[in-house]
């Protein structure tokens, strides 16, 4: 069985090449030739593909540059599985390192995609009515026969995973398989130096950031460009800090006067309680808006925050953000679970390090609208984020498809698939044999919840968002000021929730 790791341009050559040999097949004779001996041979049966794009599961060959093994479990599994379903080919879509929402849209509007794609939770809201994509409900209560005993497919899933492939219209169009958390990751031989401990409060944070840049290190890694860091790390640093800041007001934003003193809790999915539609409502009623105190003061804790960053931040591109750490410039990353296998193989890293336990919390020292913790930034769906296209039906191989995705995500398959790439907890009720090293990122799901306000870049639209992560860069560079950037964002917050409830009348019930 060949590996079908090529590159993305070569995968495109050989899709010319497979057209025009479609084309040139229509004026081939209809009967084989006969071989010699006046035999003629047996037609060849074509098999099933099933293309799928795995995002970071995608296995590929160890380069001589890797300081690690990349992913490989899939090519197991796919050996695996066509031996016991010889009449079916999955093949891997090479992985797309930038760009994948364009091609995403490009291959959907065109109805050339995979028949199974990863797809970011949270735009389910903005997409599940483009008919991209399959229902899959009644799959979901069918048993998987890849898990002994199992009578519903669905229950080998803790409920929270789950269920956060769910669109505003209660069906599921995306399995989740796995959890995924953050953490600051920071250098204990650098904190025992400047005499630092983990802290407890914002404040004392702040402290131990300027004597780690007094001693000259970058006190913390992270990027703002607009290549990609700060569509990472401007959602995180907004998302964790608004949901601070607006917790005296989360009753109020979602049900008006009459909640304002409800108590809106937090879930295992980002944004399940403020969901777009609530949003939508909220910003139209003017209880949420880039105007209000509580938008200015989450933008002004940032802001004072990027003192502490690298120089040139908002230039710096996302990969910087482990180099610096790992090559002891700097003694703080916010990183994810995605980076634990490098982490704990990386030959460069000479130095002790840890994860702190929570993020410092923000008190009423730092801020009016202090006193909660942070919740945990991470949530259900990481890596294992996929979909299934309705093309997958125009084609004929919908239960194909159905069949591989419950053999992938029967549970000693889906930890095995996990472990391998060693940075994504399972999301299924059986966890045996999950990496323990991970737990440091669910136990602070389990304790802190995550945020209540649906992330920015799914709350609203696009053109929104990429609008917001540009406007939010100008403002940490010292570009714009406060009052320029939220007068802009009012009026695009506006605009957007406008066009979605034309897009989506159903949304203003409940206003």
């Known amino acids: ?73 899939m090519w197991d599994l796919e050996k695996e599985y066509e031996d016991a379903h ?45 008919g991209w994509f399959v229902n899959l409900d009644p799959y979901l ?45 920071y250098n204990k031989t650098m904190f025992d130096e400047v005499g630092a401990k983990v802290p407890e409060t914002w404040a004392e944070y702040e402290e131990v950031q300027k004597a780690l840049k007094d001693a000259g290190y970058i006190p913390m890694s992270i990027s703002m460009d607009l290549a990609g860091g700060v569509q990472l790390y401007g959602s995180w640093s907004t998302r964790e800090v608004q949901d601070v800041v607006y917790d005296h007001k989360m009753g109020y934003i979602k049900w008006g006067e009459e909640g304002a003193n409800k108590t809106v809790p937090r879930t295992w999915k980002p944004g399940e309680n403020l969901a777009p539609p609530v949003m939508v ?10 105007k209000d105190p509580e938008w200015k003061e989450m933008l002004r804790i940032i802001k004072g925050w990027s003192n502490y960053w690298p120089d040139g931040f908002w230039a710096l591109p996302p990969d910087d953000v482990y180099r610096l750490w790992s090559t002891g410039k700097a003694a703080v990353a916010w990183m994810g679970s995605w980076m634990n296998k490098p982490v704990h193989n990386d030959p460069l890293i000479d130095f002790e390090w840890g994860i702190f336990p929570k993020i410092p919390k923000i008190t009423k020292e730092t801020s009016e609208f202090g006193g909660v913790d942070f919740p945990a930034m991470g949530g259900v769906g990481g890596v294992f984020q996929y979909a299934i296209a309705s093309v997958a039906e125009k084609r004929g191989v919908l239960d194909e498809t159905i069949d591989w995705m419950r053999f992938i995500t029967a549970p000693k398959n889906l930890i095995a698939l996990l472990n391998d790439h060693g940075g994504f907890a399972p999301g299924t009720v059986d966890t045996t044999g999950a990496d323990p090293s991970l737990s440091v990122y669910t136990e602070m799901m389990v304790k802190y919840g995550t945020e209540r306000i649906e992330p920015f870049d799914s709350m609203l639209t696009r053109e929104f968002v990429d609008s917001l992560w540009n406007q939010l860069q100008q403002f940490l560079a010292g570009q714009i000021d406060m009052e320029k950037m939220t007068d802009q964002v009012q009026k695009e917050m506006e605009r957007a929730a406008d066009q979605l409830l034309a897009e989506h009348p159903d949304w203003a019930e409940g206003s």
């Open 281 to 290: 409502r909220a910003i139209k009623a003017g209880r949420y808006g880039a």
């Open 1 to 73: 069985m060949s590996t079908k790791h090529v590159s993305r341009r070569t995968f495109l050559k050989l899709a010319g090449i497979g057209t025009a040999g479609v084309l040139f097949a229509a004026c081939a004779p209809a009967t084989p030739a006969p071989q010699a001996g006046g035999k003629t041979p047996e037609k060849a049966v074509a098999k099933k593909k099933v293309r799928m794009y795995a995002q970071a599961l995608t296995p590929r060959k160890r380069l001589e540059t890797d300081r690690w093994d990349p992913p490989q479990k």
């Open 86 to 130: 010889p009449d079916v080919d999955i093949e891997f879509v090479p992985n797309i390192p930038t760009g994948y929402e364009e091609w995403l849209v490009t291959q959907m509007s065109g109805g050339t995609a995979p028949e199974i794609v990863w797809y970011q939770r949270g735009y389910i809201a903005r997409d599940y009515q483009k």
């Open 141 to 185: 209560q069918q048993p998987n026969p890849y898990v002994k005993g199992n009578k519903r497919w669905i229950d080998i899933f803790q409920p929270p995973v789950i269920a956060s492939g769910t669109a505003p219209d209660g069906h599921i169009y995306m399995i989740t398989g796995d959890i995924v958390g953050t953490g600051f990751f």
